[in-house]
């Protein structure tokens, strides 16, 4: 009976994943060229054995949505944040930046990322009154009961939806480029705002690899970790650089509950599997006419300041190194993860070379 116990895991996985594959909608990017990236994450995964899947992640597509002002911008900061984490993947250099950096630093800079999704939850709440609110609200009630995620998710943007579509009536008409069944290349820009778009969504990748990279493989109960963060990081990179280019969404290193299922690699294939089968037939698109996409404003709110930022705040601000790494911390939830991390290690590195510190 393992493989419905794989089964179970993987759709847990996949329902997860739905509200934020419409939040990816809902910022205009094609739905078609991504299912790509998780049949070609499957295969990575099958040919290496990987336990560690890829999936739509909130926190790179709420900071890709804030940085990008249209599709164009988006899909560039993607593409220039994919070919920065290639080479990070090929030359190994992942956790050697971790530890040039230091855990405190690294720590600040997530938990930032923990402040900054709060915040792009409570704008949508602004925005979208009725089913922000009412999305926050189940998602606070939901989590404080279950202390679950998956539900967290599922409850609140189920729960806000209908209430925008009976109450407000809310139909949303995608455009043809989101739902069209072919592939449209997004010719690239580049600008300053798209480079440093580029480099923080690097920076968060960098943090979201090691840590939900290293928690999923402790789930397996496995010793020593059994994922392979330079291949992930490399899995993920290519799989983001083809979509990119074609409009698509980004798919990231997510913590996945498929690994704790008794085959993990098996059923974190099977989990990208199907979530590529639903952008194939074209399930996505038609949910995402109803879901609004203020109805993830409560997971985000959830993720960022119960999830991401406690843990990660702990962890800043510990040792010698907590000053800096508090400061990588404000300055990440104010402006980006790139400037977070490049003020902690100008704070680091270059003040005491001049004789001053922090």
Known sequence: MHWLTDLLAAIGVVLNGIPQGIMAMSLGFAIFPTMFSFIFASAVNGVFGSVAPLSFQAES???????????????????????????????????????????????????????????????????????????????????LITKDLVWTI???????????????????????????????????????????????????????NISYGLITGQMTGQKPNPVDLNLLTGTQALADMGTSLLGGAPVETIISATASAPEPVVAGIMMMLIMAAILALGWLA????????????????????????????????????????????????????????????????VLPLLGLGV
């Open 61 to 143: 597509l709420a900071l890709t949505g804030k940085l990008g002002r249209n599709l164009r911008e988006r899909t560039s900061i993607i593409l220039g944040g994919s070919i920065i984490m290639l080479i990070i993947g090929v030359t190994g250099t992942l956790t050697k930046i971790v530890d040039v950096l230091g855990n405190n630093i690294m720590a600040g800079m997530m938990a930032g990322v923990g402040i900054m999704l709060a915040k792009i939850a409570l704008t949508m709440a602004k925005e979208q009154a009725l089913t922000g609110w009412v999305s926050i609200a189940l998602a606070a009630a939901v989590y």
């Open 154 to 208: 599922v409850i609140s943007v189920i729960g806000a939806s209908l209430a925008a579509v009976f109450i407000q009536h809310y139909q949303m008409v995608l455009p043809e480029h989101v739902t069209a069944r072919r592939f449209i290349f997004t010719k690239p820009t580049f600008s300053l705002p798209v480079l440093r778009g580029a480099l923080s969504l690097a920076c968060l990748n960098i943090g979201a």
């Open 286 to 349: 038609k949910l995402g006419k109803f879901v609004s996409s203020a109805s993830i404003a409560g997971f985000l709110f959830i993720l960022g300041v119960a999830v991401i930022f406690p843990a990660n705040a702990a962890t800043a601000l510990q040792g010698s190194g907590s000053t800096v790494a508090a400061i990588t911390l404000v300055v990440t939830a104010i402006v980006d993860p790139f400037a977070g991390l490049l003020s902690g290690a100008v704070l680091k590195f």
